[in-house]
């Protein structure tokens, strides 16, 4: 036999594993994903789509602070930790949850998002002054500082009502329902913590309830 029919041969033995090989693999995968879909349906798995405006976090934040910190009073000094601060809200293991209204897909972006520490949007429309100020500066003016670290607070931040904090903010699918934590320290007995549901209307946010976690 002639080298060149030989090396034909070979060729197109070569040729034929080829597309066998592809055509195997191809099979192995829509096996695997048989399989993938048997033991896990995507049908079953929830992941929130949330669908939520570029400016609808600032529009929370702006709300929460004119309702429950005078933010439409120009004559007000608000100081707001620069990042968010992490809350949990419900028990993990059993879901229980008491805060009527809140959607738990809204409760599981809150969740999802709220261990996320990130800087707070820019806040437009608030009337009151606002100052932001990082976590770690505030701490430092009370490390080792006891008696007057309230002191050294109020001299640089003079007239404020204290060191309000917010958390990252958990929203539903369709974007029209909105769920944060907000705490306030003002003094060494003096603060308050709060879960916060909010709704958007045709008016924009608005606070729908709130729910007390301490107060001191």
Excluded at 13 to 26: D, E, P, Q, R, T
Excluded at 100 to 106: D, F, M, N, P, R
Excluded at 192 to 201: A, I, N
């Amino acid at each position: 036999m002639p080298h060149f029919t030989v090396r034909a041969a070979a060729a197109a033995f070569a040729f034929i594993l080829g597309l066998a090989a592809v055509w195997l693999s191809g099979l192995t995968l829509k096996r695997e994903a048989a399989v993938a879909e048997w033991l896990v349906p995507a049908s079953d798995i929830s992941v929130p789509a949330v669908r939520v405006a570029e400016d609808d976090a600032q529009q929370v934040y702006r709300t929460v602070l004119q309702e429950m910190f005078g933010g439409d009073d120009a004559w007000r000094l608000l100081v707001i930790r620069a990042e968010t601060l992490d809350c949990s809200f419900r028990d993990e293991e059993t879901g229980v949850t008491e805060f009527g209204g809140l959607a738990s897909e809204t409760v599981s972006n809150y969740n999802a998002v709220r261990g996320l520490p990130k800087r707070l949007p820019v806040l437009p429309g608030i009337k009151a002054r606002l100052a932001l100020l990082e976590s770690c500066e505030y701490a430092s003016m009370f490390k080792g500082r006891e008696p007057d670290g309230r002191a050294n607070f109020n001299q640089k931040f003079p007239g404020s009502s204290g060191y309000i904090q917010l958390s990252a903010i958990g929203f539903n699918r369709t974007g029209d329902q909105a769920f944060l934590y907000v705490a306030r320290n003002c003094g060494w007995l003096c603060g308050d913590g709060w879960h916060v549901l909010l709704r958007k209307t045709a008016r924009g946010w608005e606070v729908e309830s709130k729910q007390m976690n301490w107060v001191s």
